[in-house]
């Protein structure tokens, strides 16, 4: 990976970070945004796309308010877009046994991430000190800076996220892929539908929808007679 | 009386972009406290003379917490008390205390919304159009729910500034919790959607789809158990990984 896009995946974790909470909410911090986007700074899209498909329904019903942290979906893909990049060696055997790790150690480093959310949050509190007392003075300048200024925290407390994400799983996968390389990765599929499902699932049993089966069975149905229809 | 004129649409619209950075200091303490000081401050300046302007920041200076979408709606309406007061005109309800008596359910309905209805099924479409090969998903997906997010953020300031506290009213007339769970449906039926979209492009449905078919969703009702029994995700998917790759591996 070439340092302009070391650095350009270091700008966009930063910019994505901040959309989590911090500022615009855009949703451009959801898994398959941030992919997508990495995605393209690396160029390798396909991959990236995969990965944030994967990871977007894991956390759909977390949400983003009051004083609940949700694992941060956001960095652990990026680093896991990098991941990919750095590792995948264009065999497709091992390149999905790499992206199935990937998602894994995500998912693992998305629960551990929180605590650098955490810490930009708790700092953010001596921010409102600090403005208390530059009403004091009357000086309305400084006063709204420090309000600004909790978007540094959140923006360091992104990257930390980010290198976390690139070390666990860089170690990981550094240490697990001559073993990755000899195993004999059938072409089953079944690996892949791992993920898929146990987004659905948790999904279902977050979102307690009155008359769910009903409803998720149709929808089934529905999807699944019409591309009976257009294959036949 | 000087800065008593009622705002224009671009300082409404201004007070809208400056809520984008309304959670730039969001703590534990204060939550979006600092914010919201923040998002007032530049009209308050304009209402009250500096002599005053010090006692009037410090009613504002403490906790607040609401939908972010929703604040620009809340902060117009508390402009337009704001004004009326420094006119001497009667009101109401004193602003501050509108405000705090508002941000609650205002919170409540708009993340419902929002957060539980709108972007759940935002996402389900854009990965139910990502399993059928459309890379532009993600497009789709920030389309769909910036579009309501925008109109609220935009014309909800504008509303609440013309409307003052009857904007309550109105948010109440739109029923936006009963559209949040007919979303919350939809959600259900797209997701069975992606199901059938990823067991039918899964190979392993060519060579025994039945078997695939009631496996995986045996397989799903018992990840929706687990779920439930809060065991961790990180858990459920590392355990099903792995026994996929092992059951490969041996058969």
New interface residues.
Partial sequence: MAAEQWGLIAVLSVIVGLDRTATTQFQLSRPLVCASLAGFVLQNFPQAFQLGLMLELLWITRIPVGAAISPDDTQTTIGGVVLLRLFATGDASYDLMLLLLVGVVAVICAELSKCFDVWARHRNEQLFQRAVSQLESDSWSAFSQQHYRGLVYFGCGALASLGLMLLVGGLLISQLGGVMAQLDFGDSGLASLVFPLVGVAGTLAVLRVRNSLPLFCGGFGITYLMLQMLEG | MAGTRPLSKIQLARLSGRS??L?????????Q???W??LL?PEL?RIYP?AT??SV??RY?GYF?S???FVPTIAAVVLSLERQQRLEQPIPIAPQAFSESVMAPV?AAG?AFF??GL??LC??L??LA??LGY?W??VV??LL??GP?FMVRLLGPWLGYQQGVQTVLLLQKLRIVNLA?LF??L??????????????T???TG?MPAV?MVG??L??????I???KKV???V???V??GG??C???FF
Avoid at chain 2, 23 to 31: I, Y
């Fill in positions: 984008l950075l959670q730039a200091s969001w703590n534990f303490k204060q939550f406290g600092l914010g000081l923040c401050l300046k500096v302007l010090r920041v410090q200076l917490n939908n972010t979408f919170a993340d957060w539980g972007r759940p996402c389900a854009a990965v990502g399993g890379w998903s993600p997906f920030l729910f910036n997010a769970a919350k449906r959600t259900v039926v797209v997701l069975g959607g992606i199901v059938a979209i990823e067991i039918h899964s190979p392993a060579i695939v995986g969703l397989a799903l009702l018992g990840i929706v687990a779920v439930r961790p995700l990180a459920i998917v590392t099903l990984i996929v790759i059951a490969e591996q």
